[in-house]
């Protein structure tokens, strides 16, 4: 497992899996503007898609989410260098109300015209405004666990949770010490 520097500032970063040529940010972007795969995802989820978000037009769905995506892509990629991002990244249990050391998060979209974001970016949190993005999913369902691409995504932040504290990596300085090794 690899780490990529996402911002400048060492506030951000991803993970690149074993036998991935791109990290993970860079993959579902690309996903999330690809409209092939967007149109084969939807068509494949049209049930979640009509009943959750009471959208039975893929083409809209296509449209939607390439358009959130790039409203996300800025929210994360152009951010200034003194931006808090535990102002983008909430904690992934909505009624978590203390913090955990490596906390599971998630980044969506707060405001968009038509109906609520169903874009999720997926990271760890290292410390206070430090993240390393694990993932990120489509969710049309209430829960992660309802559906087989979002338990994925479930598995891929514990596995990286576990990656981390089998490194002896909790914080900057210990992030900082592990990719000094590696390196």
Not at 35 to 49: C, G, P, T
Request: proline residues 2%; hydrophobic residues 40%; aromatic residues 10%.
């Amino acid at each position: 497992m690899k780490f990529d520097l996402i911002i400048d500032n060492g506030n951000l970063w991803a993970v690149r899996y074993e036998n991935c040529l791109d990290n993970v940010l860079d993959t579902i972007l690309d996903q999330w503007n690809d409209v092939a795969w967007l149109r084969s995802f939807f068509k494949e989820n049209i049930s979640d898609l009509s009943s959750y978000f009471k959208i039975t037009d893929v083409n809209q769905a296509i449209y939607d989410t390439i358009e959130d995506s790039e409203k996300l892509q800025c929210l994360i990629l152009d951010i200034s260098p003194d931006a808090n991002l535990d102002e983008i990244f909430r904690p992934l249990e909505n009624g978590r109300t203390s913090e955990m050391v490596l906390g599971k998060e998630k980044a969506r979209l707060h405001t968009t015209p038509r109906h609520a974001s169903w874009l999720r970016i997926y990271a760890i949190r290292l410390e206070p405004g430090i993240y390393v993005i694990t993932g990120g999913a489509i969710k049309l369902t209430r829960t992660m666990q309802e559906r087989e691409h979002t338990l994925l995504e479930l598995a891929r932040m514990e596995k990286v949770r576990r990656f981390l504290i089998d490194n002896g990596i909790s914080d900057m300085d210990s992030f900082n010490d592990y990719l000094c090794e590696m390196s």
